[in-house]
């Protein structure tokens, strides 16, 4: 029998360990077996009130979807067993798409609190091991999201907006550095840029304000009481945080046949001009060495530069030069780490190669290859 003097277990866990217990027995488990060796039945006080407990447990499992059966033993009420029918709870087998695959793995790479970290890593090796993923690469390359930690402030902050409650925190300015206390009226948090943005009613300003959240200093306080304000419809996130997003660049790309989708689909062709790469409008556009030169707009070289390099050779940078020295970089970069010496240790450096005026790469894989 469990021991009488440990802590209470909380009903959810006394379900899951139900569920353990009925999945892995051998023909079924009688009531009096389910109370003296599953955790959480010896905290009933009384036969009745384990009656009582198990019976809105049985309930609960069945709303829940979880088909328990009971197996009549010979009549007696003593021999009533229960188990769950494993063929009907089962879930089929996993056939992800290379695009349903894709979608798991950005929602991985976004989501990177170190609680869910490890599991995450977890699910997507046995996906893979399944036959899942590879193929999927490229197809979800450009769109991995760049978001950088929360941080502490991110939970009281939901739970303000969840509850409709004032919060007060201390705020460095990015423009000044001065710090303040701001209080504000939180009503959404949003991600962009590589950072997430808190966006509310500054109390103080009386207007509206967007707070990076890397920028709270010590902890948020909940103010006042629940439903002290109301949310606006319509809160307009790119135009409260429009005034971070800078001037926007165009970039000229040589992209490889049926590659890199996401950058074709922000970007423009260079029209149906004569392969000189000077035509105009829409349409396939002209080719630069077996690809498709299109315009793709940007905002953050560094973030841009980022996401180019994710695509290793099917992309091209003609220009600007900036970019498409940050791009070279990082190509670089990544070759030198797997390019070391595993005698030594050491990593040679790569040769060098040119890039012609138009900005043309003829260099190997590492910087671009075309």
Known sequence: MPDQTSQPVNPATRLLNLVIALVNTSVSMTKQQIRTSVAGYADAPSPEAFERMFERDKDSLRDLGIPIVTVDA?????????????????????????????????????????????????????????????????????????????????????DAIEALRVVSFTYRAASTGEVRTRTVEPWRIAARRGGWYLLGFDRERQAPRAYRLSRIEGRV???????????????????????????????????????????????RSDGDGDGTGEGTGEGAGPRRDGRDVVHVPYTNAHTFADEIAGYGDAVVVLSPPELRDAVVRRLRAAARLGSADPATGLTPSPTDRSLDRDGTSTTTTEEQRG
């Open 221 to 267: 306080r909940l103010l006042g009481r629940a439903g002290a304000f109301t949310i606006p419809e319509g809160v307009d996130v790119d135009a409260l945080l429009g005034a971070r997003a800078g001037r926007e660049l165009e970039a000229r790309l040589a992209i490889g046949p049926e590659r890199a989708e996401a950058l074709r689909a922000r970007g």
């Open 74 to 158: 010979g009549g007696h009420s003593d021999d009533v067993g229960y188990r769950i029918d494993q063929d009907a709870y089962a879930l089929p087998a996993v056939d992800l798409t290379p695009a349903e695959f894709g979608v798991l793995s950005l929602a991985a790479q976004f989501w990177q609190d170190k609680t869910l970290r490890t599991d995450i890593s977890r699910a997507l090796t046995k996906l893979r091991a399944a036959g899942a993923g590879e193929i999927a690469n490229d197809a979800v390359a450009g769109l991995a999201p760049r978001v950088r930690a929360v941080g502490d402030a991110y939970g009281p902050l939901l």
